[in-house]
Structure formats: structure tokens, C-alpha cells
């Protein structure tokens, strides 16, 4: 790419820098590559901050896989610089930085959310080993959890018992007597679970 933007760039203009600079364009230009003619803004910002000499060093002082970054990088903070000339740059990242940090506290809040809902739901919906029942509390005092919606059937219409945990903060659930059937889903053509049965 930078041997097809020589080309163009003898063929045409001198790079911004060397336009700027009012001097000629050599083919070993170390701005050339980097701040072609039609960004001559870039470079009046780069020389005002960190000035010419002090970019070409840095330039020549990067791997040349590097440059293209450094230059780029020395032109954002320069325009942010020039912008806010107390915190430049700083002032971005400060505030991406605190983006960052809230985002990361929406995410910790959301996991810790969902682990809540996966353990209400294992509450509600897995068997007490110990096969104790309590009796069923009023429908006021009968939890109301999002991945538990079958408790907010009135207890007189479910054919299931519930089982109290007894902990705080943590989902009752039901379980359904052996006596309870459920019909049989015929719908289905070919190759369902639990087909020949």
C-alpha cells in the first residue's frame, strides 16, 4: 500500500508534512506514508504540540509496522490537546475508563441476577430428597418468582404439594404427586421422544 501511495504521491503532491514545511518531498520522507497531502490539518496539529523533528524521531525510533499507529495515535492526542489544552486526551479516557467501570458493575449486577434466578430455579423445579411437606401457606404468603410462575396458581387448583426450604431469600417449589397424570402429546408425526411407548 505505501509503495502504490508513492506513486500516486510523485506523481501528484509533496506529503502534508513536506507541504506545510515548504520542502520538498524526498522518497525516503519518514511523514510521507503517514500524513498524505489531503490530511494537512493532521500535521499542523502534530507540529504545533510535539513539532516536526521531535514526530521524525519518534517515527524513526518505531518498528516500521509500528509507525502507522504512532502516527495516528500522535495526531488524536494532538487535536485533543488542542481542543482541551488543560487535559488533552486525558479528559477521553477518564471518561471511557468510568463507562468501563459502570459497565462492569451492570455485568456483575446482571450475573449475579441470573446465578439468583438459576437457584430458584433448581428450588423450583428439582424434588426435596427429604420428602417432607409443610402445609400450604395463603396465597399472600406463596413466593412469586419470575422462573416460578406455577406459584402463582391458587393453591386450591394445584394437585401438587409445596415444599418449604425454610431458608431465607430462597424459592419454595412444588412437587407433583406420583397419582398425578399428565395427557400424553400425540401431535407430534415421527421421530418424537418417547413414540411406540
Given at each position: 500500500?505505501?509503495?502504490?501511495?508513492?506513486?500516486?504521491?510523485?506523481?501528484?503532491?509533496p506529503?502534508?508534512?513536506?507541504k506545510?514545511?515548504?520542502?520538498?518531498?524526498?522518497?525516503?520522507?519518514?511523514?510521507a506514508p503517514?500524513?498524505?497531502?489531503?490530511?494537512?490539518?493532521?500535521?499542523?496539529?502534530?507540529?504545533?504540540?510535539?513539532?516536526?523533528?521531535?514526530?521524525?524521531?519518534?517515527?524513526?525510533?518505531?518498528?516500521?509496522?509500528?509507525?502507522?499507529?504512532?502516527?495516528?495515535?500522535l495526531?488524536?492526542?494532538?487535536?485533543?490537546?488542542?481542543?482541551?489544552?488543560?487535559?488533552?486526551?486525558?479528559?477521553?479516557?477518564?471518561?471511557?475508563?468510568?463507562?468501563?467501570?459502570?459497565?462492569?458493575?451492570?455485568l456483575?449486577?446482571?450475573?449475579?441476577?441470573?446465578?439468583?434466578?438459576?437457584?430458584?430455579?433448581?428450588?423450583?423445579?428439582?424434588?426435596?430428597?427429604?420428602?417432607?411437606?409443610?402445609?400450604?401457606?395463603?396465597?399472600?404468603?406463596?413466593?412469586?418468582?419470575?422462573?416460578?410462575?406455577?406459584?402463582?396458581?391458587?393453591?386450591?387448583?394445584?394437585?401438587?404439594?409445596l415444599?418449604?426450604?425454610?431458608?431465607?431469600?430462597?424459592?419454595?417449589?412444588?412437587?407433583?404427586?406420583?397419582?398425578?397424570?399428565?395427557?400424553?402429546?400425540?401431535?407430534?408425526?415421527?421421530?418424537?421422544?418417547?413414540?411406540?411407548?
Open positions: 500500500m505505501a509503495a502504490s501511495f508513492n506513486v500516486v504521491r510523485y506523481n501528484s503532491s506529503c502534508a508534512a513536506c506545510f514545511l515548504k520542502r520538498k518531498c524526498l522518497p525516503d520522507c519518514i511523514f503517514h500524513f498524505p497531502p489531503e490530511e494537512l490539518q493532521n500535521f499542523i496539529s502534530v507540529h504545533k504540540i510535539f513539532g516536526a523533528s521531535n514526530v521524525s524521531k519518534l517515527l524513526n525510533e518505531v518498528l516500521p509496522h509500528q509507525r502507522e499507529d504512532a502516527a495516528s495515535t495526531a488524536y492526542e494532538a487535536n485533543a490537546r488542542l481542543k482541551d489544552p488543560v487535559y488533552g486526551c486525558v479528559r477521553a479516557i477518564s471518561i471511557l475508563q468510568l463507562q468501563v467501570e459502570g459497565l462492569q458493575k451492570e456483575d449486577e446482571a450475573n449475579a441476577e441470573l446465578v439468583n434466578y438459576a437457584r430458584g430455579y433448581n428450588h423450583c423445579y428439582h424434588p426435596d430428597i427429604s420428602g417432607t411437606t409443610a402445609a400450604q401457606p395463603a396465597p399472600s404468603a406463596v413466593p412469586v418468582n419470575p422462573m416460578c410462575c406455577y406459584a402463582q396458581i391458587p393453591p386450591q387448583t394445584r394437585p401438587v404439594d415444599i418449604n426450604t425454610g431458608e431465607a431469600g430462597v424459592c419454595n417449589y412444588y412437587r407433583i404427586p406420583s397419582s398425578v397424570t399428565f395427557p400424553r402429546n400425540d401431535t407430534n408425526q415421527g421421530g418424537a421422544a418417547g413414540q411406540g411407548l
